[in-house]
C-alpha cells in the first residue's frame, strides 16, 4: 500500500509523474468512492482544494471536522483509520503530530496522505514545483534552478528543499539562529539529493536565485511563540530590495496566508514577480494529480 506523508515517499521517476497527471484530463479514478478529508486543523486552500481534485476524479469528498472524530479522544486514531477505510477510497488528514498519520497507515486498506503536519507539507511543495515548472518550460526545465526560502525553517521549507533535491533544482535558505533544520531533517534532505546552501542573512540566501519562497513566521500550534517570533524573523521580510538580490526575472511564492508587512511585503506579493495565485490554483491540481497516482499504483 503506497502512501504520501512527505516528497520523498515518491522516487524522482514518480515525482514526475505526479507532477504530469497533475496537468492532464485523468481518469475518473474515484468515479462511486468516497474520499475521508479529516481536519485537525483548518485551512481554505487545502479544502477547497481537495474537494474539488475529488470531484474532478469522479468521487465523493467527505470533510471531517476535529470535533466529530477526536482523535484520541473520542476514539484511538487507529480506531478511525480502520472505520474510515471502511468507508473510502482514500484517506487524507492534515494533523498537529504527524505520528497519527503513521499510525493511520498502519492500520488502513487504504491510502493515507499527509494534507499537513508538524513534519511536513507534501502536498504545498508539489503545488510549489508546478508553479516553477510552468514557468520554466516544463518539467525538465527544473534542474539547475536555484530556490531561495527566507523564514522559518518549518514543514513547509523541509518538503520544498526534499522536491528540490529530487528534481536537481539549488536550495538556499536563510534563517536566524534557533530557527534552523534539525539534524534528522537536514539528514533527510541530504538523503534525497539536496546540497543544503545555509545563510544568516537573506540577501546572501537569495542571490542569483530563480525562484524566492516565504512563509508565515508562527505557523497553527506556536501562536504562544508569536511575539518572540516576530523579534527573531524582523529582518527576513521578503520585500522588494530582498527580491531585487534575485535574478531580475525571479518569481515569489508564498503557501499563504500570508501576513504582509511581516514575512513579505504588500509590494513583493501583489507585485508582478508574485505566482502566489496560480500556485494556490495549483494545489487543486497536484491533489488531483496526487491520488490519481496513488490510485493507479496499489
Known sequence: MRH?????????????DVLRLSTLSVPRVLDGKGVALLFEKPSARTRN?????VVQ????????????VGLDVRETTEDVARTLAGYHAIIAARVFDHT???RMAAVSDVPVINMLSDKAHPLQA????????????GI?????????????????ARSLAISCGLLKMQFSYATPLGYDFDQDDKQRILNAGCQLEHHEDPFAAVANADAVVTDVWTS?????????RRSAFAAYTVDS?????????????????????????AAVIDGPQSRVWPEAENRMHTARGVMAWLMENQ
Open 220 to 228: 497553527m500550534g506556536d501562536e504562544h511563540e508569536a511575539d518572540i
Open 126 to 137: 508539489l503545488a510549489d514545483v508546478l508553479t516553477m515548472a510552468s514557468e520554466w518550460g
Open 49 to 53: 482544494s481537495m474537494e474539488m481534485a
Open 4 to 16: 504520501l506523508f512527505e516528497i520523498d515517499d515518491l522516487t524522482t521517476d514518480e515525482l514526475k
Open 100 to 102: 497519527k498519520l503513521e
Open 140 to 156: 525538465e526545465g527544473l534542474a539547475g534552478k536555484k530556490v531561495a526560502f527566507v523564514g522559518d525553517a518549518n514543514n513547509v
Open 57 to 68: 476524479l469522479g468521487g465523493h469528498p467527505l470533510t471531517i471536522r476535529p470535533d466529530e
Open 241 to 265: 530590495e530582498v527580491m531585487a538580490a534575485a535574478k531580475p526575472n525571479a518569481i515569489f511564492l508564498h503557501c499563504l496566508p500570508a501576513h504582509r508587512g511581516e514575512e513579505v511585503s
